[in-house]
C-alpha cells in the first residue's frame, strides 16, 4: 500500500508539471496566433517524438523526456545581410514618388559570426514569400512582450490560484498565526538538533524543563510573565529568553480562572531563527504554543507572493553557489542541504514521500502536494523572467530595448534604427543554456544519489 501511495504522489505531481508545461506554451502560442504570427510547432518535452497531430498550420505534440516544452514561432530572427540582399524596400521622397532600394547589409567573418549565421539561415529556411507580414521580428514591441511574458505569467498565475486556494481553504502553514495557549509541555530538556524527539527515562529524572516542574498544563493562557502583561506570543519569548537562568513569576488562565506559578528558566542552546545553522544559550522555559495555519483570500495571497518573491530572487542569486555544493555532495565531500534546491527529480521523490508518510494525514498530505506544485510553478515564472537569452526574459528585455530606442528616435524624430538583432546574442544564449543543462544535470543526479527526504 505504501509503495502504491508513493507511485500515486509521483505521478500526480508529474502530470500537474506536464500539464503546467502545456499551459506555459500556450501562454506563448496563443497570443502569438491572435496577433498573426505563425507558429508552426507546439511541443511538451524534449528529444525524440512519442505523438504528434498536425491541425492546421501547427503541429502539436509530445517528446520523450518530459523536462520542458517549446513552441517554435516563426521569424524569431531578423535577416542578415545574406538574406536582405533579396528584401526590397519601398522609399517615398519628399514630393511622393514611390522608389524602391536593395537593403544590404556588410558581413564578415569568424567563429562567432559563423555561429549567428548558421542560425539565421536554419530560421529562414522555414519561411515561405506569404509569411513575410507574419514574422515574429516585425511585431510591434508591445506584442513581442506580451508573446513571451505569456508563458511565465502563466506559471506565476497557476501558483496564484493554488496558493489562494489552499490559503482560503486550508490556510499557509508557513505563516501560522501563534496564540499565547499552550499546546505542549515539554517534559525534559534536548539538545536542539534533537528536538521533537522523546525523553529518556535518565532526562525525565535528571532534566526535566522548568515548565514541567512549575506545573504548567496543556490549555493554560500566559497572562504575565514576572509582572510584564502578555501580548503576544512573540515578546513572551522574548521575555524568555532575556531571563537567563533566573526566577520567574507566571501567571496563567487556566479554565476562566488565574493560576500563579513559580519557577526559574534555565539557558539552553536554541535556534533562535529558522535556518539558523549555530544555537545561542538563551533562556528557556518549555512550552510550544497553539499554532494555526493562518487563513486569507486574494489580497494576503498577493502579499505571500511578493515575500517568496524577495526569496526567490535570493534563491537565484545564489543558485550556482548552491548547485556546486549538491555536486560536493554527489561526491561525499559534504552532506546535502536538505534546504536547498532540487530538480523535478527530487519534486517527484517528495511528493511521493508525502503521499506515502503514515503520519501525515490526508488533509496535510494535499496541502503540501498543492503547495509543492505551486511552488515549481512560481519558481518556473520566475526563473523564466531572468533577463538573459534564451530565457523568455532574455526575449522580453530584447523587445523593450527595441521599442524604447524607437520611441526615443520618435520623439527626438531621428531615423528609425530598425529592430533590435537577437541573433547577435546567441552566443551568450548557449553558453546560458550551456550552464542551465549543466544545473540541471547535476540537481538530477543529486535527487538521485543523495536525495533531500521529507523528514530532512
Known sequence: MTALLYLLGVLIFVFAILASIGL??????????????????????????????QVGETEYGVKAIPLGGYVKIIGMLPPGAEELADEVEEVRDAAGNVSTQVKV????????????????????ELIQPEDADRLFYKMPAWKKIVVMAGGPSVNIAIAFLIFAGVFATFGNPSDPTVETTVAEVQACLVPPDEDGRPCTAAELRD????????????????VSFNGVAVTDWKQLQTLIRANGDKQATVV?????EQ?????????????????????EPVGFLGVRPVASPTTGGPIYTIDQMGTMTVEVVKSLATLPAKVWDVAQAIVGLEERDPTGPVSIVGGGRLAGETAAHTQIDLESKIVSLLL?????????????????LPLDGGHIASAA??????GFAR?????????????????????????????????????????VHLES
Not at 215 to 220: F, K, T, Y
Not at 259 to 271: E, G, I
Not at 372 to 388: C, S
Not at 401 to 406: N, V
Open 372 to 388: 509543492l506544485i505551486g511552488g515549481f510553478n512560481f519558481f518556473i515564472g520566475m526563473f523564466n523572467f531572468v533577463p538573459l
Open 207 to 222: 532534566s526535566p524543563t522548568p515548565a514541567r516542574e512549575a506545573g504548567i498544563e496543556v490549555g493554560d493562557e500566559f
Open 252 to 256: 496563567v488562565d487556566r479554565d476562566g
Open 24 to 53: 506555459h506554451e500556450l501562454g506563448h502560442l496563443i497570443p502569438a496566433k491572435r496577433f498573426g504570427g505563425k507558429v508552426t510547432q507546439y511541443f511538451i518535452g524534449f528529444g525524440p517524438t512519442v505523438w504528434s497531430k
Open 105 to 124: 547589409r556588410k558581413s564578415n567573418t569568424g567563429m562567432f559570426t559563423q555561429l549567428i549565421s548558421d542560425a539565421r539561415a536554419a530560421e529562414w
Open 259 to 279: 493560576v500563579t506559578l513559580q519557577t526559574a528558566t534555565t539557558v539552553t542552546p536554541r535556534f533562535l531563527e529558522v535556518g539558523d545553522t549555530e544555537p
Open 411 to 451: 520623439l527626438r524624430r531621428r531615423p528609425d534604427p530598425g529592430y533590435v538583432d537577437a541573433a547577435k546574442l546567441l552566443p551568450v544564449a548557449y553558453v546560458v543554456a550551456s550552464m542551465i543543462l549543466v544545473l540541471g544535470l547535476v540537481l538530477i543526479v543529486g535527487d538521485l544519489v543523495v536525495p
Open 401 to 406: 530595448w527595441e521599442g524604447t530606442r524607437r
